[in-house]
Each structure stands twice: as structure tokens, then as C-alpha cells.
């Protein structure tokens, strides 16, 4: 059994589950004239089928019981954790300050160096992309609580 | 006489000041992103989609295509030096490439990728030129029917050839398609999986896809282990490949150049299949198949004439048929779309100069990547240097302003965020990320094609078998659905067989 393909499959067996729902709702039509849940309808039928053999597949295959090599899930969370911060306090905190905050966060989860190294590389990333997106490429960034 | 005049006239597009700096700053990229491993040209592409944006259709498809082939000039350079692939195409060129190099031999085998990608891209360019106009003609004459088995061919054709599971291929391809559903239905304009946001009306945009499941999701991969690199240390000298590595070297780069074109022209092949048949058929015809592997030139020429002509071929589906063969394609169909401009059949007709324009910048693109990574060997060398805490931080920033600034909305950015995470997962489950581009770029025009076809022949589905064409498309389909069934279903008989008393 492998836990992680019957997991998948219970997830994909949702999202076509929950496309027939809404198909239904903004009416499927019929063959001579397809109504706008039409395509949806029949995709959501056939993901369930391809999930229901992935679900088969899942429960027939043995658990290999191979070796697991270290990996640092924390990193992969904390960036997740910092991206998703980073889109919400970017139009309040300003391009400068979360781009300053985002850099650190990212920098202290790869490497472990004195405690001025990330915020100095960060000041200097943050503000050279600040430079180069703003005047260089005129692109609009938000001011936020620094006014610039 | 006709094809002469366009070739003349592509190359007065492709030559244009501002065409021929995206050309040089894709191809440089394009080395770039091939040289630096963990990163490859789909999440390049991916991330420059929105910088795209604000430049003219011809030069926007010149800059991606350009990262895409000078991706595997780039990708030989970490095989070769570091025994890392930095693409995947470059994989079989590690096997006698690295050997090469601990013998002493990196600058022949760095030469020879080099030449060779270069004569794989002229012959792969001619071959375009004379093919892809025929293919227009042939494609005129195509109707609904006919496009709807086209696109499921290709849809097809993409998941038969993944490399991992095949029925985990189709579920990503379906949900690709069903991503492509929301918004404003294609035929009556309803809206459709909105679900009140304004956001969703005109659909989920490709760069926050793109982005999310190529850029982040690769990035994030890579953050769970991070693998020290160590670089050869070898002083690189006679970079050019003496009299007897080129008498070795012609005719596996003839061989890989015209394998790598004609495989490459099939959608879902790609550029990888190429290298490892080039190698296995250079090592099946050599006098001295022991040598493979142990530092053969024959081993690094042929792959790496394969891969780069398989890159260059793939652009004839798109250009002639409007399918992108692989997801690279996808994402160049995609830039395109967003400029308003469809490719296809109609394109060269249409749009002469992004068609006659795009053609020829490939072979710009060939001659300044020939002249610029040989020099600029050391300087590639450097760049694999650079260290991640420093690399990864700076893809996710490019990332996310890049995808604000498409609409300036942060909206954008969490979609691409949870495209992120959609595409980890989808790493850690075994499920592969290019189907479910491949089917949401097409998945528009294929609902039309369905759709207006059924409502053509008022519901009857015999519509799909009676054209020769689209029945002939879907026969394939099946057969190949039905071969990659065969193997398991063989096997469950034998052991019906020998479990029987």
C-alpha cells in the first residue's frame, strides 16, 4: 500500500467530484448543442476514473522499505511561510521594508553566518532591485508605510 | 525561389537592432540557466513571461526560444566540468564528457559540444525552413473535427512519453484542462468557476501557473537537500577539438543532428529521448563500444548534436500547427497568446514576421552562441560558483515581482504561491508538472474545436471518425493508449499463468 498515491488519488477524486458539481450547475447541455458544463462534466468523470486506478494502483503496490535520505523540510516550510507573509504585507508594508524582511528570512534559512551578514545582503538586494524595477524598468511598486 | 525571399526576409526581422538584443539576451540566459543545475529552461521561461510583456511579439518568442536552446549549450558545460547535468538533455553527455575532463581532455569535449550543438542547429534550421511552410499548407485545410484529434494526439502523445507514471500523467493533463475551463466560457461567454472573484472572470493567466509549478516548485525541491557542488579543477586549454577529433565527431553529428530533428518534431519527445537514442546508437555501431563511458568524443558529439537540433525541430508543430510539442512550446504559445496572436496554421500568412522572424534568430542564436560560450567558458565556471544562499533567494524575489507586476496585483502572487506548492507536491507524489501546462494551454482550443464540431454535426460523435484526418489522429491515440496498457496487461496473464496449477 502507498499511502502517499492513496492520498493523492482521494484529493483528485474531490476535485472531480466537486467539477461535476458545479458543471451540473451552470447546466452541461447535450450533444447537439454543449452547454458550458459540458467540458468540465466529462473531465471531471474522467479524473475520477484516472484517480480511482491511481487509488487501485496505490493499494496493490508494496511499501518499499528503502533508505530515506536527511532532508530539511523546515526550509521548504519556512520559505512557503515567507512567500505567502510577503504577498500579504506587500502592498501595506511597501516593496523596501518586506523585500528587507523576505531576504533575511530566506538567507538565515540557507546559511548560518555573524548576525550582520543577512540583513546587510538583504539592505543591498532590496534596494538595488528597488533601483533597477523602479527607475529602470518603471515598473509600479507599492510606497506602503514609507511613503516611497 | 518563394522560401529564398522569406529566408531573406526573416532574417531582415530577426537582424532588426532591438530583435537581435533579445536574441543575445536569450541566448545568454539561455547558457545562463543551462550552466546552473537545479534550475532549468522552463522555469527560466516561466520566469520571464511577464518581462515579455512590454516587448513586441517578435522579439518576446526570440527571447524565450533563445533561452531554450542556449540552454543546451549551457547544459554540457556542468556535465562536462562538475559531472552534474545542469539540464536534463545533458545528461548522457556526463557519461564522456566528465571522463574526457579527468583525462585532461575538458577543452576538446567542451569544443566538440559546443561545435556540434552548432552543426545540429544549422542542419535542424535548414530542415525547419523547408518543412515548416509545407506543414502550413497541409495544416489550411484542417477544420473543428480535424484540430480536436490533433490536440488530443498531442495530449496524448505527452503523457504516453512520461517518465513517470502514465495514468498520474493523464490525471495532471485533465486537471490542466479543467484549469483552463475557468472564466468565460469559450462559446456562449458564461462564466464559469469564478466563484465571485473578479480575479477569475478572464481565467487563470499561464505566468502564475508557470511560475508557481516550475519556478517555486523546482526551487523548493532543491531547498530540501542542498548538494555541495565541487568543480573540476582542471586548466582548460585547446579548446578547439584537433584533426582527429573531428574525423571521430562528423558523422555521430551528422547522425545526432538528423535523429534529433525528426524525433523532435513529435510532440511529448522533447529533447531528452534524442540523447540517450544518439548514444545508444553510436555505441551500438562503434568499432569499440567498451570505450563509452570511459571518454569517448563519439559519446559527446552525437548526444549533444541530438539535443540541441530536437530543441530547434520542436518549434515547426508550433509554428505550422499551432501545438506545442512539449512544455517549453507551451509556455512560447503562451507568450504569444497574451500578445493576442495565435499560432498556427494561419501564422505565417498572418504574422510573416514573427513566423520568417523567429526561424532565422535561431540561427543568429547558434552562431552567438558558438562565438560567445567558448571564450566565456571561465566565466561559466565562476557562475557555478555562486552560492545558493544567495541564488535561491534571488528566484523567488524574481518570481514574485515578476508576477506583480503582470497586474500589479497580489492576488497574482498568492495563486503563484499556491501553484508553488502545488508543484513541491506534485514532485513528491510522482505526479509530473508539464501535462498540466501542455493541457491548460491547449485546453481552450480544444473545448472549442469539441464543442463546435458536436454542434457542426448536431451531436453526432461519428463526426470524429468520419474525417480521415481526425479519425487517423484518434486511431493513433488509441493505439498508443492501448500499447502502453499492454505490457501490464501481458504480465497479469503470466501470472494468471503461473500461479494456475
Known amino acids: 500500500m502507498k499511502a502517499s498515491d492513496i492520498g493523492s488519488s482521494g484529493a483528485l477524486i474531490c476535485l472531480g467530484a466537486f467539477a461535476l458539481w458545479q458543471s451540473e450547475k451552470i447546466s452541461i447541455g447535450h450533444l447537439r448543442m454543449p452547454g458550458p458544463g ?68 530566506l538567507i538565515n534559512m540557507m546559511i548560518q553566518k555573524k548576525w550582520w551578514f543577512a540583513p546587510s545582503i538583504s539592505g543591498v538586494i532590496s534596494l538595488s532591485t528597488y533601483i533597477l524595477f523602479k527607475f529602470y524598468l518603471e515598473v509600479h511598486l507599492p510606497r506602503g508605510i514609507l511613503y516611497f | 525561389m518563394e522560401i529564398f525571399n522569406n529566408v531573406i526576409y526573416g ?105 556540434s550543438s552548432f552543426i545540429a542547429g544549422t542542419i535542424s534550421i535548414i ?74 472572470l478572464n481565467g487563470i493567466e499561464l505566468p502564475p501557473i508557470a511560475m508557481g509549478l516550475f519556478g517555486i516548485g523546482e526551487v523548493l525541491t ?16 585547446n579548446l578547439l577539438p584537433n584533426r582527429k577529433d573531428w574525423r571521430a565527431s562528423l558523422l555521430p553529428i551528422g547522425r545526432g543532428s538528423i535523429l534529433g530533428f525528426f524525433l523532435g518534431i513529435f510532440p511529448g519527445v522533447g529533447a531528452i529521448i534524442p540523447t540517450f537514442l544518439s548514444y545508444a546508437l553510436e555505441k551500438k555501431i562503434s568499432k569499440t563500444p567498451e570505450e563509452f563511458g570511459k571518454g569517448i568524443i563519439q559519446g559527446v558529439a552525437g548526444p549533444e548534436a541530438a539535443n540541441n537540433a530536437a530543441s ?100 497574482d502572487v498568492v495563486i503563484m504561491g499556491i501553484f508553488g506548492v502545488a508543484g513541491y507536491l506534485m514532485r513528491k507524489l510522482g505526479y509530473e508538472p508539464a501535462p498540466l501546462v501542455l493541457a491548460f494551454v491547449l485546453g481552450g482550443k480544444l473545448e472549442e474545436a469539441v464543442r463546435q464540431a458536436l454542434i457542426y454535426s448536431r451531436g453526432d460523435l461519428g463526426i470524429f471518425i468520419q474525417r480521415p484526418l481526425s479519425a487517423l489522429f484518434l486511431t493513433v491515440s488509441l493505439v498508443l493508449i492501448l500499447s502502453s496498457l499492454l505490457p501490464s496487461l501481458m504480465k497479469r496473464k503470466k501470472q494468471t499463468q503461473a500461479g494456475a496449477p
Open chain 2, 11 to 115: 532574417f531582415s526581422v530577426s537582424l532588426a537592432p532591438s530583435n537581435l538584443l533579445a536574441c543575445f539576451m536569450g541566448c545568454l540566459m539561455g547558457t545562463l540557466i543551462g550552466v546552473l543545475p537545479g534550475l532549468g529552461p522552463v522555469a527560466a521561461i516561466s520566469l520571464l513571461l511577464p518581462i515579455t510583456f512590454k516587448m513586441t511579439p517578435v522579439a518576446s518568442i526570440v527571447m524565450l526560444a533563445g533561452i531554450y536552446y542556449g540552454a543546451q549549450y549551457g547544459g554540457s558545460t556542468t556535465s562536462i566540468l562538475v559531472n552534474i547535468p545542469g539540464e536534463a538533455t545533458s545528461v548522457v553527455t556526463c557519461l564522456d564528457g566528465y571522463q574526457m575532463a579527468r583525462r585532461g581532455r575538458a577543452g576538446p569535449a567542451l569544443g566538440i559540444a559546443a561545435f
Open chain 2, 127 to 200: 530542415g525547419i525552413i523547408l518543412l515548416a511552410p509545407v506543414l502550413v499548407i497541409w495544416a489550411v485545410k484542417l477544420d473543428a473535427p480535424d484540430y480536436a484529434g490533433l490536440f488530443i494526439l498531442g495530449l496524448t502523445l505527452v503523457t504516453y512519453l512520461a517518465s513517470k507514471s502514465k495514468v498520474k500523467a493523464v490525471a495532471m493533463a485533465i486537471v490542466g484542462l479543467l484549469l483552463g475551463t475557468i472564466g468565460f466560457d469559450p462559446i456562449v461567454g458564461t462564466p464559469r468557476f469564478d466563484f465571485g472573484f473578479m480575479h477569475l
Open chain 2, 312 to 411: 530547434e525541430s520542436t518549434l515547426i508543430p508550433l509554428l505550422s500547427l499551432g501545438i506545442p510539442p512539449n512544455v517549453n512550446m507551451a509556455l512560447l504559445m503562451g507568450a504569444l497568446m497574451i500578445h493576442g496572436v495565435m499560432p498556427g496554421p494561419l501564422l505565417a500568412q498572418e504574422h510573416p514576421d514573427i513566423f520568417w522572424g523567429v526561424i532565422t534568430s535561431m540561427y543568429t542564436g547558434n552562431v552567438m552562441l558558438l562565438v560567445l560560450n567558448l571564450p566565456l567558458i571561465p566565466l561559466w565556471v565562476r557562475v557555478l560558483k555562486v552560492p545558493y544562499y544567495l541564488l535561491f533567494p534571488g528566484i523567488f524575489l524574481f518570481c514574485i515581482i515578476g508576477i506583480y507586476t503582470v497586474n500589479n496585483s497580489y492576488l
Open chain 1, 38 to 105: 459540458f467540458f468540465p462534466f466529462y473531465l471531471g468523470l474522467m479524473l475520477i476514473a484516472a484517480a480511482l486506478i491511481i487509488l487501485i494502483q496505490g493499494v496493490k503496490q508494496k511499501t518499499s522499505a528503502g533508505h530515506t535520505e536527511k532532508r530539511s523540510y523546515a526550509r521548504v516550510v519556512s520559505a512557503l511561510a515567507g512567500i505567502f507573509a510577503y504577498s500579504l504585507t506587500f502592498e501595506f508594508l511597501g516593496y523596501l521594508l518586506s523585500t528587507f524582511f523576505l531576504m533575511i528570512l
Open chain 2, 222 to 237: 532543491n531547498l530540501e537537500k542542498l548538494e555541495p557542488r565541487e568543480v573540476f579543477k582542471a586548466k582548460l586549454k
